[in-house]
Each structure stands twice: as C-alpha cells, then as structure tokens.
C-alpha cells in the first residue's frame, strides 16, 4: 500500500489520535491494518469518517491508510475525519474552502473536564444538607 506519492497528516479529537496517509486509489480505507468496516462496526461513525470525502467529491480517488490510537471509536471517528480533511487539503489546496466551510478542519477543542476533590464528578456536588 506504499507509494511515493503519499500525503501525511494528524487528526486529533479528545484524547484520540489519528496518523493518516491518503495516496490516489479506489477508495480503500484501511485502520490500524484493518479494513474500516471492521474497525467502525457503527454506521453512523462510518458516515461521519467519510463526511470529507463525500463534500470534496474525492470519493474513490484516494485509498486512506491510518492509524489511531488514544480514546475511543467516537473520539477516534472525529481523529479520522479531521486527519483525512487535513490530508485532503494538503493534496489539493482548492479544497480548503469547502472543507473550512462544513467545519472539518477546525480542531474540536472540548476535552473531559478533570474531577474535582471532594466532589463525586467535575460538576456534581455531594448532596448538601442543613441538619
């Protein structure tokens, strides 16, 4: 799956990570060695990975190769499609504007907000009583 005419680029989301390599193909899409419909067994992350492709109209233009580590399948979905949106516009600057405009190049900034001491969660309090 190696070519020389391969574009790199990360996707991050929550605690998540994803290292991507898109090159021209057929549109395989291969995770962690794996094919991603293994991988993402949920449909819906499956329509939200390839959200880029389908707005830039590169679908079946390129194969995607990544790796994701850290977090979980949803975190790992919104890496994916971060990391090929970037890759996308690496490889065809034009697409820049119609990736920025559907809001796949902005990284999600929201992380779990950490717990906090004599607290059951980072917002729940323990119940308060008077008596």
Known sequence: MSNSNEIYATGRRKT???RVRIFSGSGKIKV???DFEQYFEVEALRG???QPL???GTNGQYDVCAVLSGGGKSGQAGALRHGISRALVKADEDLRKVL???GML???PREKERKKSGQPGARKRF???KR
Do not use: M
């Open 16 to 18: 998540a990570t994803a």
């Open 32 to 34: 962690n060695g794996v």
């Open 48 to 50: 939200f990975i390839l």
């Open 54 to 56: 389908n707005v830039s």
């Open 100 to 102: 920025k405009n559907s």
């Open 106 to 108: 902005t990284r999600d």
């Open 127 to 129: 119940q308060f009583s």
